[in-house]
Nanobody
Framework: QVQLVESGGGLVQAGGSLRLSCAASGRTFSNYAMAWFRQAPGKEREFVASISWSGARTYYSDSVKGRFTISRDNAKNTVYLQMNSLKPEHTAVYYC??????????????????WGQGTQVTVSS
């Protein structure tokens, strides 16, 4: 079992930046590929970015490529999502997720084994 706790969300003006963190506990963090998803009101949960267990490989949705950066620190059992040049359409609840022994390339929500409770990101225009 892995417990995931997100933090770093909040209210930011368009054009601003936020860094989300997801702290993991319970099992060996480096055994897991990690990902960020988001869910806006009335919409399906969608893939944002993912990272392999070592951090060597990262993957992004087309909508955030070049704007968001996923990274991890296995010594701190933490995965990050740096979000720059935010827009109102980025407003959503952001969730981190873990996939046991995953390669880091999975984009489906059902590929992931564990989820955090989410953190709200609101971008004002």
């Amino acid at each position: 079992q892995v417990q995931l706790v997100e933090s770093g969300g909040g209210l930011v003006q368009a054009g601003g930046s936020l860094r989300l963190s997801c702290a993991a506990s319970g099992r060996t963090f480096s055994n897991y590929a990690m990902a960020w998803f988001r869910q806006a009101p009335g919409k399906e949960r969608e893939f944002v970015a993912s990272i392999s267990w070592s951090g060597a490989r990262t993957y992004y949705s087309d909508s955030v490529k070049g704007r968001f950066t996923i990274s991890r620190d296995n010594a701190k059992n933490t995965v990050y999502l740096q979000m720059n040049s935010l827009k109102p359409e980025h407003t959503a609840v952001y969730y981190c997720a873990a996939e046991l022994r995953g390669l880091g390339s999975a984009r489906g929500r059902y590929d992931y084994d564990y989820w955090g409770q989410g953190t709200q990101v609101t971008v004002s225009s």
